[in-house]
């Protein structure tokens, strides 16, 4: 999933990751940055419950976040796709991040949320603390990969994030069949796919082969 994908899959919806507080900017961030860089959740959430300190803190924290994303500060050109972050903390502790559309002088056109659900508008530069830019934005994506397909491995993991490190919450046998959603991403050397599980209305994710391939399944 490229930008222009995830603004035109979001935009107008509320984005709820963590399921607490309804939509807060934080969701639509870490949206982003597991739709469209493979990030697990994880690896993008708050020190301390503002969104700055994902820019200040959690990018130390988490090689995840290292491996897919490049710190930038304030006075960087920035570029669509680009996160910015504001909110100089402990000064000014309400902090904001939304995703760069068009660098506008003096203020951005962002995709942003809170207030509201999902939507475009411009935000002041003032106060930002900088940028995390994506070193790759959607590694080409498989075409086509909507719709049901049969497993043709023995077992294939069915897991919370788009990574080989993240739980496995469910098993696929061979022959058994899943229905994607045409969302893809690549991470970990594979291309991934997912559903929304049944039972938990929640995105489940699984891998469809080596980078390039979608040899786990078959039509």
């Known amino acids: 999933m490229n930008i222009d994908q995830f603004a035109a899959a979001y935009n107008g919806k509320t984005v709820d990751v963590d399921k607490a507080y309804g939509g807060q900017c934080w969701d639509l961030w870490s949206r982003y940055a597991q739709d469209v860089a493979g990030v697990p959740q994880s690896a993008t959430n708050t020190s301390n419950g503002y969104a700055g ?16 994303f490049d710190r930038l500060p304030a006075n960087a050109t920035p570029a669509k796709g680009d996160v910015a972050f504001w909110g100089q903390a402990p000064a000014t502790p309400y902090t904001h991040v939304a995703i760069v559309l068009a660098d506008q002088g003096g203020s951005l056109l962002c995709l942003t949320q ?103 399944l078959t039509r």
Do not use: C, M
Not at 53 to 68: G, I, M
Not at 115 to 136: C, D
Not at 141 to 168: D, F, H
């Open 53 to 68: 300190s994902v820019y200040t803190t959690t990018y130390d924290q988490q090689s995840a976040l290292r491996d897919r």
């Open 114 to 216: 809170n207030p509201g659900a999902t939507h475009q508008a411009a935000i002041t530069k003032n106060g930002l603390l900088g940028y995390l830019r994506p070193k790759t934005i959607d590694a080409t994506p498989t075409r086509g990969i909507e719709g049901a397909w049969r497993v043709n491995v023995a077992k294939l993991n069915v897991r919370a994030q788009p990574s080989t490190g993240a739980q496995i919450v469910a098993q696929y046998s061979a022959g058994q069949t899943v229905n994607l959603d045409g969302w893809t991403t690549r991470a970990d050397g594979y291309d991934w796919g997912r559903y929304i599980g049944a039972s938990s209305g929640q995105y489940r994710y699984i891998a469809l082969g080596p980078a390039g391939t979608t040899s786990y």
